[in-house]
Structure formats: C-alpha cells, structure tokens
C-alpha cells in the first residue's frame, strides 16, 4: 500500500492524494473509500491506498484512513 494525503476535494464524490516524497497526485472517487465515508474526509486527511490504471492514467483505489 501506497501513503499520503487528501490535498483536495471536489463536488463530484472526488478528490486528489498527495503521494508521500513525489510531487504526483492521484485521483480518487468516493467509490474507492474503505472504512470512511466521503463526507468525513478533509483536506490533509492522511491515507493508505493501492494504485490501478485506467485508460486516464493511474487512480488510487481501496482508500483507508491512516
């Protein structure tokens, strides 16, 4: 599992990571969250998370809290 934080959350039930030591976000949707729900999440949030491809590149999935 991969590690970072929430930098940002959009009206669409998605949001950006943070990877911790890259300066690459990931996009995530509500969809991918485990444990939490969309609403509970706040920007800085830290989090866990295993990464898949999609035609659009790579999206974090499986998104825990940490």
Known sequence: MKQGKIVELGERNSGLIKLVGVKDTLFFHSDALEGVTFGELKAGDKV???VTES???PYAINVHRS
Do not use: E, L, P, V
């Open 55 to 57: 035609k659009k590149g």
């Open 48 to 50: 866990k998370f295993d």
